[in-house]
């Protein structure tokens, strides 16, 4: 890949009569000369396909690592958070839309290089750096050269896990964990709602998996739109039966938000349900997000019962484990301390 302050040629591209085609994401966007890609990432010049957004930060935080939200990975730690511009989903009801769907031209952000914002993640105090808020997969090649302008550096990725099996494997090699937003579980939802397929994010969460990167999934319970009794258990048996019991799944509430404003919030009853549902599939760890119940977001051994972790919102207690095993029991439970 070529490199200049200006220019960063992007990864994974073919030249074609009139533009090049990309192969990030399972779009495969034909961009012709002069254009841009559907996810806001991706120039066309003469020369090169350009990495658009490259550097171009939008958002800083540092965050409880239970937020993004990461259960099982470093439980009680915090992260320094950074999110760029675009998206290759165009969700209705995106709570980011003022970043995931405005070009960056039309987005005020700052140029930060590699080797910077190494430095402001470590001048906080943070060994771990999240990437979130927008969609991290478009930002490919930034977030290969900060891992190499720092490879001490701890990487998480909060996802839509729409990415090609190529790019995917290369950043499951400098990333630790990753939460996938699994935004429904029929195809119709995913193509209606989000403009994409849903057997791709499938076939993403298996290979990260499959590369032993640290995985939990996501579920937004959309009221009259994902949340039917069929629709969740089909999820959490392929949970179970394709991926693995014990990965986390987090059930979270939805809120209105840009298009989905006449969408009522997700009761509280519902994410209740699901987790229930979940349990009931034999998960191991089914968790509920964007509310406050007691007990609901513990994390208890599979094995005695015993409570391992608790959790009420974001304050979190270790309670009952050596290491990564249960104190009573002895149990290994998936969790990075």
């Known amino acids: ?33 002069g254009g841009y890609g559907r996810c806001g990432a991706r120039r066309a010049d003469d020369d090169i396909l350009v990495a658009y957004s490259y550097g171009k930060v939008s958002s800083l935080c540092v965050d409880p690592v239970e937020k993004k939200p990461l259960y099982h990975y470093r439980p009680r730690g915090r992260c320094f958070s950074v999110g ?29 290089r590699p080797d910077e914002l190494v430095a402001l993640c470590r001048r906080e105090l943070q060994d771990t750096l999240a990437f979130t808020y927008n969609e991290p997969v478009i930002w490919f090649e930034y977030i290969m050269d900060v891992a190499e302008a720092d490879p001490d550096l701890r990487i998480v990725l909060i996802t839509n896990g729409l990415v090609n099996e190529s790019p995917l494997r ?72 394709e991926l693995s019991p014990g990965v986390p799944v987090h059930f979270t509430r939805f809120h209105p938000d840009n298009e989905m404003m006449d969408v009522q919030w997700t009761p509280v009853e519902s994410v209740i349900r699901c987790r229930q549902i979940g349990i009931d599939c034999g998960l191991e760890h089914v968790y509920v997000g964007n509310t406050l119940i007691e007990d609901a977001d513990d994390t208890v051994c599979p094995g005695c019962g015993t409570v391992l972790i608790e959790r009420l919102g974001y304050l979190v207690d270790v309670v009952s484990l050596d290491g990564d095993r249960c104190s009573q029991c002895g149990r290994r439970i998936d969790i990075i301390r």
């Open 84 to 112: 760029g511009i675009g998206c290759n989903m165009s969700c209705k009801h995106c709570q980011n839309y003022a970043i995931s769907m405005l070009s960056s031209g039309k987005k005020r952000t700052t140029y930060e």
């Open 1 to 33: 890949m070529a490199h200049s302050e200006d220019r960063t040629e992007a990864a994974f591209y073919e030249r074609v009569d009139g533009g090049y085609v990309c192969g990030l994401c399972p779009h495969g966007c034909m961009i012709p000369y």
């Open 170 to 241: 290369e950043l499951c090699r400098v990333t630790e964990a990753m939460n996938v937003d699994i935004k429904g579980f029929t195809d119709e939802f995913y193509m209606k709602v989000c403009g994409a397929h849903l057997r791709d994010v499938l076939e993403s969460a298996r290979i990260i998996l499959e590369e032993g990167v640290h995985l939990e999934l996501t579920y937004l319970v959309i009221p009259g739109y994902n949340d039917s009794d069929d629709e969740i258990v089909d999820f959490c048996t392929w949970v179970r039966d």
